[in-house]
């Protein structure tokens, strides 16, 4: 495509966290000017926008656009595992997660499953993820292919695990650092894509490997550090047993220097004062993964504590213990955690955690997150009207941020019209 291209419709974005007073901007009949190499030229009232203009116009009535979704935390291979029974987190690794990892020995399994967990990201509107593969080099290897491909914004990396899980799982100190330090050299800041440094978590991790981790974490300070932190009650006690030495949880990574900027720890459910501070002061952030956390009975996030400590947070899926790839339901389940929690979270606040605070959190605000001129026009056309009931509900809506809500409490793939990847969309089928 050679012309500018300006979408006409609903616009909603953040330009800072609704809840510590910043803004959400929202224009009824507003529209989004995208270059023609994919960056948001400008953003405002139709009105405003359309006279004169020299660009191709798409008009998108009755649809919402937001920025596109950024998950902050998802395991691609978990699709296999995804809405399995019964058990809380330990078990649920045992008896569904890792024998599920176990398949993606197989490249071209992996390969498969990877291909379908990049078009359903697209399908559900997220267009940047923080993702674990397996402990197999090639599955990150697939995953970034698959991701090219698309030209998502996504951050990944091979998972480091050697104890605590079935032997076909398991590295090795010495190759969790070789194999990590290939994929980095190979993938990170290869068009959008990012390397994570991925422990498992603790409880999977020798100190010797947790050691490697710590170093591939000094010698690359801009790859990210990604993994688990005080999820469930069972898993700290263990945490607890395994290093007598930790003061905290969050004390056994920060020994090896995991604890540090571009650092993401998914759930934080169960933290000290103390933890929250150095989380703050490291500049690390959390993930919030609320259908996980009901899913797997683990826990209620506390938003408002993790602000007040100034940590920053990112939405996120945590499928498979998440039970939907879909950011709009998981805003949805943010606000039933909250509400039990007793915190209410304004629709424009549930936007915020799921694009331009995770963008934050992630350290990519300054490429995507909203529609600041000059950043990279990732969008998702949103279509209240999809279904008869909630086309239905949509009618009795009197704001934009009414509308959102109800597409967080109602929606899921059938909302998303169509998802751009910088300015080119990507309908649904
Ligand atoms: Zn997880």
């Given at each position: 495509?050679?012309?500018?291209?300006?979408?006409?419709?609903?616009?909603?974005?953040?330009?800072?966290?609704?809840?510590?007073?910043?803004?959400?901007?929202?224009?009824?009949?507003?529209?989004?000017?995208v270059s023609a190499d994919g960056y948001v030229e400008a953003v405002g009232p139709e009105e405003a926008l359309l006279p004169g203009l020299d660009a191709e116009v798409v008009r998108h009535d009755g649809h919402v656009i937001v920025p596109g979704f950024i998950d902050c935390?998802?395991?691609?291979?978990?699709?296999?595992?995804?809405?399995?029974?019964?058990?809380?987190?330990?078990?649920?690794?045992?008896?569904?997660?890792?024998?599920?990892?176990?398949?993606?020995?197989?490249?071209?399994?992996?390969?498969?499953?990877?291909d379908l967990f990049v078009d359903a990201l697209l399908a559900y509107g997220t267009t940047s993820a923080l993702v674990f593969a397996t402990v197999h080099p090639h599955s990150a290897e697939v995953l970034f292919e698959a991701a090219l491909e698309k030209d998502l914004r996504l951050i990944a990396g091979k998972v480091l695990m050697d104890r605590g899980a079935p032997e076909a799982l398991l590295d090795t100190p010495e190759s969790a650092y070789a194999d990590s330090r290939a994929l980095i050299e190979r993938w990170h800041g290869r068009g959008r894509l990012g390397y994570a440094i991925t422990p498992r978590f603790a409880l999977t991790?020798?100190?010797?490997?947790?050691?490697?981790?710590?170093?591939?974490?000094?010698?690359?300070?801009?790859?990210?550090?990604?993994?688990?932190?005080?999820?469930?009650?069972?898993?700290?006690?263990?945490?607890?047993?395994?290093f007598p030495w930790s003061s905290s949880y969050l004390d056994v990574y920060d020994r090896y220097g995991l604890v540090r900027e571009r650092s993401m720890f998914a759930h934080c459910l169960h933290l000290s004062d103390a933890e929250r501070r150095r989380?703050?002061?490291?500049?690390?952030?959390?993930?919030?993964?609320?259908?996980?956390?009901?899913?797997?009975?683990?826990?209620?996030?506390?938003?408002?504590?993790?602000?007040?400590?100034?940590?920053?947070?990112g939405l996120a899926t945590d499928v498979g213990g998440g039970t939907c790839l879909s950011m709009l339901r998981t805003m949805g389940d943010a606000y039933k955690v909250l509400q039990l929690n007793?915190?209410?979270?304004?629709?424009?606040?549930?936007?915020?955690?799921?694009?331009?605070?995770?963008?934050?959190?992630?350290?990519?605000?300054?490429?995507?997150?909203?529609?600041?001129?000059?950043?990279?026009?990732?969008?998702?056309?949103?279509?209240?009207?999809?279904?008869?009931?909630?086309?239905?509900?949509?009618?009795h809506t009197t704001s934009l941020d009414e509308r959102l809500f109800v597409l967080t409490t109602l929606g899921d793939d059938r909302h998303v019209a169509a998802t751009a990847i910088k300015g080119t969309l990507h309908s649904q089928a």
């Open positions: 495509m050679n012309a500018r291209t300006l979408h006409c419709g609903s616009v909603m974005h953040c330009l800072g966290n609704p809840a510590s007073g910043g803004r959400l901007e929202r224009f009824e009949k507003g529209a989004l000017l935390h998802v395991h691609f291979p978990q699709l296999d595992i995804i809405a399995s029974f019964g058990e809380q987190l330990m078990d649920w690794l045992d008896r569904y997660a890792y024998p599920g990892e176990m398949r993606l020995a197989d490249i071209e399994y992996a390969r498969e499953l990877a991790s020798s100190e010797a490997q947790l050691e490697q981790a710590g170093r591939l974490a000094a010698e690359y300070p801009d790859v990210w550090m990604h993994t688990h932190l005080a999820e469930n009650d069972r898993e700290i006690e263990a945490v607890t047993k395994a989380m703050a002061e490291s500049g690390s952030a959390a993930a919030f993964c609320p259908s996980s956390n009901l899913f797997l009975g683990s826990g209620l996030y506390d938003l408002e504590r993790m602000r007040e400590a100034g940590v920053r947070t007793g915190q209410v979270l304004a629709p424009a606040e549930a936007l915020y955690l799921a694009t331009l605070g995770a963008a934050e959190a992630l350290g990519v605000d300054a490429h995507v997150g909203n529609f600041v001129p000059g950043k990279e026009a990732d969008f998702v056309i949103l279509d209240p009207a999809a279904t008869r009931l909630s086309a239905h509900r949509d009618m």
